[in-house]
């Protein structure tokens, strides 16, 4: 009898190890989960930044060529004077 209770005994061990082990993998992976999410959203924060660094430059392009032509303008004037 006392060797079925030690055997059970080292059944429920193992049972328990391996329950807690399952637990663990659970945790890993939730996290694993977490960083992915995280990592998506500084993807989509980097895209956005990259948009708007795209969109200054335009506008800094647009601001160009709207100084150049008027001080071609400006020219003009000058030369009608």
């Not at 193992?14 to 694993?32: A, D, G, P």
């Not at 995280?38 to 980097?46: G, R, S, V």
């Amino acid at each position: 009898m006392e060797l079925v209770f030690k055997d059970l005994m080292k059944v429920l061990n193992e049972y328990h190890k391996l329950r807690k082990e399952k637990k663990n993998w659970e945790i890993q992976l939730e996290e694993y989960k977490k960083l992915t999410h995280e990592k998506k959203d500084w993807e989509i924060q980097l895209d956005e930044y990259k948009k708007l660094t795209y969109e200054k430059k335009d506008w800094e392009i647009q601001l160009e060529e709207y100084n150049k032509l008027r001080n071609k303008n400006n020219e003009w004037d000058i030369q009608l004077k």
